[in-house]
């Protein structure tokens, strides 16, 4: 690990070229697009310390390195890999590769647009959305087996290829081990995709939690084209009471698997 006392624009200049800043995040956190060795690279910082945003740069920072431990401990294609770790003055700099695409998510207003890619995702044969719903859970059974509980994973976390159609799960700062106590009443997330008790101050939080979430995740990607099997899997996944869903990822990973089997 490098370390320096430049903020980080500076500390970046010296490793590469910057082609694109991003800094519309509600989390205060900034980051950039640069190519470092010859190669385009996705590099993520908490920002400045005196930004204004709903978390503190500490926050920000913890949750930076959360996901540094997270990258190092889980491996998979749809993962974009981190490549190193820069220190700076403002905190760490995390330089993961480049993954094309557009994020599905996008803002409230936008969700009608036909020219939106969520819109456009949302219009692609349903065996290209069932695809990216494969993908998203292979990574969340690698996950769930290593016991971790997703946080804040929302479709603002797809980045998907329309040309190659390929997936790429990001920002995934907030997953960590459980299970553990809400803390903070509403917690960070889309209410589109939260369970129940992600709303409930010391409510727990665990696997059955992200099996709520996944759930979700299928229904709002595919609609009207959620039926049999899998829709059977996602009515249970996203049931209000923790104790009727399936009891973890691996366990719903499991039975979207055998639906999707089945024909679906």
Request: one cysteine or more; hydrophobic letters at 40%; proline letters at 7%.
């Amino acid at each position: 690990m490098s370390s320096s006392d430049e903020p980080p624009e500076r500390r970046l200049a010296r490793l590469g070229t910057v082609f694109a800043r991003f800094d519309r995040q509600d989390s205060g956190n900034v980051s950039y697009g640069a190519v470092v060795d010859g190669e385009r690279c996705f590099v993520k910082t908490a920002g400045h310390p005196d930004a204004t945003a709903f978390l503190d740069h500490a926050r920000r920072v913890d949750l930076l390195r959360n996901a540094v431990r997270l990258a190092r401990a889980h491996r998979h294609p749809a993962l974009p890999a981190l490549r190193m770790v820069v220190e700076s003055a403002h905190g760490p700099m995390l330089v993961y590769d480049w993954a094309d695409g557009d994020l599905i998510g996008v803002p409230r207003a936008h969700r009608d647009d036909p020219a939106s890619p969520y819109r456009r995702f949302l219009a692609l044969p349903p065996g290209r959305v069932l695809a990216a719903l494969d993908t998203i859970v292979d990574v969340h059974d690698l996950l769930g087996q290593a016991g971790e509980v997703a946080g804040d994973f929302y479709d603002g976390c797809l980045l998907y290829d329309f040309i190659t159609h390929r997936l790429s799960l990001i920002d995934l700062d907030n997953y960590r081990p459980g299970p553990y106590r809400n803390d903070m009443g509403r917690m960070f997330g889309s209410s589109r995709f939260m369970a129940p008790e992600e709303f409930t101050l010391g409510s727990v939080i665990d696997q059955r939690t992200s099996v709520f979430t996944l759930g979700r995740t299928a229904q709002l990607l595919l609609g009207d084209h959620l039926h049999g099997p899998l829709q059977q899997v996602t009515t249970r996944a996203t049931h209000p009471n923790p104790e009727e869903r399936h009891g973890s990822l691996p366990e719903f990973c499991a039975a979207w698997r055998a639906a999707r089997q089945a024909g679906c």
